[in-house]
């Protein structure tokens, strides 16, 4: 992992701060991301996320399915300026969302217990789906915003 983050600071000519892991990432644009992709912060207060490759092991060996599609990475950014909302939602609600366009509605306490979520983050361009507690990051919008 660290050789993973090492080459996204050579990429972006920069340090990661803080970062977090999404296990489900998915986007307004039709992108989903079953694998995950981490989100982190760079020095010029941009936020950036990034998919890297899941290789599934079973005792040890890679798993490779038949039916395998070629890995393509896939990266995006937004700024903490551009949140205009930040919503706990359902992950079924989300994935709805993404392939109806249907917005999702914030998730209540019952389906807080006892279902996925995720955290819907919205800007005017587009809308982002993260599988993550929100609390921390809601802080650092909070916190880069303020900057």
């Not at 989300?94 to 999702?104: E, Q, V, W, Y």
Request: proline residues 4%; positive net charge.
């Amino acid at each position: 992992m660290q050789d993973f983050i090492r080459s996204l600071e050579e990429k972006y000519k920069g340090t990661i701060g803080w970062k977090v892991f999404s296990i489900w990432y998915g986007d307004s644009n039709g992108n989903i991301r079953d694998y995950g992709v981490m989100l982190f912060q760079m020095d010029d207060g941009l936020f950036r996320f990034h998919d890297y490759k899941h290789i599934q092991k079973f005792l040890g060996i890679e798993i490779h399915p038949k039916n395998e599609e070629p890995y393509v990475p896939f990266d995006g950014s937004f700024r903490a300026e551009d949140v205009t909302e930040i919503v706990t939602v359902t992950r079924k609600d989300a994935a709805r969302s993404i392939n109806k366009g249907i917005r999702p509605r914030r998730a209540n306490i019952l389906q807080r217990l006892f279902s996925e979520t995720v955290s819907m983050v919205c800007t005017p361009r587009t809308t982002f789906y993260f599988e993550f507690p929100d609390r921390e990051f809601r802080e650092m919008i909070f916190k880069t915003k303020d900057k």
